[in-house]
């Protein structure tokens, strides 16, 4: 797999992200690979679970990226 250089990878193996879409509505995705990000039409990605997401980025107003795992740092 070609690695695009995503700086999500830079969070760590796994993240948690919160994901905003256009009318409130907001959806949690915890144990998500960051190696397996890839954008289009459709944003897809793959959990710890082997759950595969897609999302129409159309919809999104923004993602909050959380680290997990032992590497994980607390902001206040």
Known sequence: MINLKST???K???VTQIIHFVGGVKRTFHGIRTDSLKQG????FECSDGTMIMVNDENVLCIEVF???KDETQSI
């Open 41 to 44: 039409q459709f944003s897809k």
């Open 67 to 69: 680290p997990e795992g």
């Open 8 to 10: 999500i990878i830079e």
């Open 12 to 14: 760590g193996e796994y």
